[in-house]
């Protein structure tokens, strides 16, 4: 099993930054992607930015030029830095993870969920 841990929610106002990490511990073997999704109240959970093997990121329109992920390979951590805040970033932010715990054997973990409410 792949294990998450998320922190850097919190009450940001509009125009101002905030950070998400989250950690993977477990059997791990390779790695595939890890990202972010995003669920506001009444809405489905959405990608908000990936990263893969290849180093190659992606980003939900919404958030281009304002989100930034990226990865500590030693530390099987992967960052969210949000900068410039709207309020239509509130939501519960999810980490996920799509690796191999041994070859052939894959293995999807999402995050427990961190709230971001960004409001003046």
């Known amino acids: 099993q792949v294990q998450l841990v998320e922190s850097g929610g919190g009450l940001v106002q509009p125009g101002g930054s905030l950070r998400l990490d989250c950690t993977a511990s477990?059997?791990?073997?390779?790695?595939?992607?890890m990202g972010w999704y995003r669920q506001a109240p009444g809405t489905e959970r959405d990608l908000v930015a990936s990263?893969?093997?290849?180093?190659?990121?992606n980003y939900a329109d919404s958030v281009k030029g304002r989100f930034t992920i990226s990865r500590d390979n030693a530390k099987n951590t992967v960052y969210l830095q949000m900068n410039d805040l709207k309020p239509e970033d509130t939501a519960v932010y999810y980490c996920?993870?799509?690796?191999?715990?041994?070859?052939?054997?894959?293995?999807?973990?999402w995050g427990q969920g961190t709230q971001v409410i960004v409001s003046s």
């Open positions: 996920n993870v799509d690796v191999y715990i041994r070859p052939g054997r894959r293995w999807i973990s």
């Open positions: 477990g059997s791990i073997f390779s790695t595939n992607i």
């Open positions: 990263w893969n093997s290849g180093g190659i990121t």
